[in-house]
């Protein structure tokens, strides 16, 4: 009894003593270190400046005090050289690396931006570099460090494309530090553990975030990947406030009914078998991950969600968090709607064509489109609908994985084993100009997708005039098709119906929520509107398209309305300025944390 009371005592002598040694061994650097700045600076050649295991707080106070932060940025190695102009302008360069109080309106704030594919293209990365831009608008003094595992690419190479790829413009480059990581890069990736994945990549995830505090330590941690794994060692090892932008949890309480034993009350029935052992196992494994998933979403303070699906199941994992006072709530992703809309194309004359814009993957259903369009083609002709009356279908997509080029060749098998290759057009790795091009001159856009968390191309399709045909679950329902309430403030309610102000809506007896009741050319369907359990109905893809082509049940007037409509709504909720904006309005909130924070960790720390 005594060995275990000595143990766990001990345990909490050296977990109480790591809790207070470890921020003071990333924040602080050792005594006299002004003095070793001041000597390397007054050397009459350029030296590098050693200081071991110490880099992370020697270099923060560079980057804090430097007239060009960007310079002491880790890509070539992460060796410490200074800046020719702060050599020269070394008496202020050493007065500003002076002490900062917390309150104190001259003092940097590093802005720890957590993404190690920030080189990529995707939305996330979108996401990334807006908040980047926000975040130096915010305050001159802001610095951004963006942890990156691209090290194939010059800092200058990655805001390059940025600006290219996102029409991200006139950000102070100065103001942005890389750190570049190169350690344990491969960790999380999914394709580096062919066995507990999502165990494995959440070790690479801490890791990952390791390596990043011990490079450079800043005063913000946000996470615009989705690696919750970094979350836990700096919430217990720099206690800083930290920001998540989820774009979809890792895990979903759904999960827990594919397996055998779905709770512990499940486990009256367990037998002596290998196949319950195994399922007991998975039961465990899963039960785990789940709560410790719940553990990192207690540590942080500002959660964003992309949308109303990914808000509603992070509300619902991450349920501690309300009760810690720590905010969830939806921010949509910017998503450049100011550069699409155009009024004139409202009212432009348009093609009979249904586009399609998905990467090429199961996921996305494109056989789902062919088989429904099928069946639409065999009613057209059996109403004698003319050729030049019945639509086109559009698939516009990318092939980035040999998966991706296995799943078109076998849509375009189905395309003919369907007979429909004079109606269906494939679009494979076209430039943004063509995929501009092809929305100015479809009538509708399509997304099959079953829960698609968001749906950025359903957006591109409200905001350039190609009036959407989605399928009626997540994104594309709850947040980007809902229709508009007159109320203040505004509100928007998802439909549960085939049509609104905006789109139309179809479900499938694919659907893995579909229960199996129809009623009158219906599927049937629970919906929640406004927390209210609703009934909606909602037509197969087929029938939405005899409505539209055969019964021609909607005006041209009323499609050029649902145009406008869509238009205005998708400015007012998804633009960048938008996006910002609400940005911004947390970033002043997350200051205040900052400064909480810094109190906290006592006057040793709050030394800059």
Known sequence: MLLIVALVFAVFFLFQTAKGALPHFFFVPPTHWQDKIKKHLDHPKPVYLKVGAKRSSFRKRLVGASFDPQYYSNYKDNKILFLPSDIKNKDDFLATMKHRLSGDLRRSILYGFFHPYANNGGGGEKVLWEAIYATLAQNSENIVVVYTTNVEALPQEILHKAQLKFDVKDMDSKRIVFVYLRKFSKWIDSDSWKHFTMIGQ??????????????????????????????????????????????????????????????????????????????????????????????????????????????????????????????????????????????????????????YIAQFRPEKRHSLVLEEFSKFLQAARSASLPIKDIPKIVFLGSCRTPEDSGTLENLQALTKELDLAEYVE?????????????????????????????????????SSGAIPIVHASAGPLLDICSQKLASSPPAWVPSTTWRNDVGFFFKSTDDPDFNGEEVDENLIFTQYVNEEKTEAKFPRLNEILRRLYIEKSISLEQLTSMRTTGSELMEEKFSNRIFHQKWLDKLHEVVELENQYREDRGKVLAVY
């Not at 091009?437 to 950025?456: P, R, S, V, Y």
């Open 426 to 462: 494939f679009i494979v790795d076209c430039s943004y100009d063509e995929v501009k091009e092809q929305l100015k001159k479809c009538n509708f856009g399509l997304n099959a997708m079953w829960n698609e968390h968001f749906g950025i191309g359903v957006v591109e399709y409200v």
């Open 202 to 355: 959440l070790l690479g995830s801490i890791l990952l975030a390791l390596e990043a505090i011990f490079e450079l330590t800043p005063d913000v941690w946000i996470d615009t990947m989705g690696l919750p794994g970094s979350y836990f060692p700096i919430s217990v090892i720099l206690k800083i406030p930290i920001v998540a932008y989820v774009h979809y949890p890792i895990i979903q309480l759904d999960m827990f009914n594919k397996l055998k034993f779905r709770s512990l009350a499940d486990l009256t029935s367990l037998r002596p078998s290998l196949g319950d052992l195994k399922a007991l196992v998975k039961f465990f494994y899963w039960t785990a991950l789940y709560y410790f998933y719940v553990y990192l979403g207690s540590c942080v303070n500002v959660t964003f969600t992309n949308g109303s699906w990914t808000f509603n199941h992070m509300s619902r994992i991450w349920s501690l968090n309300q009760s810690l006072g720590r905010t969830i709530e939806k921010l949509y992703p910017p998503c450049s709607t100011e550069s699409l809309i155009n009024q004139e194309l409202t009212t432009a004359p348009r093609e009979e064509k249904l586009l």
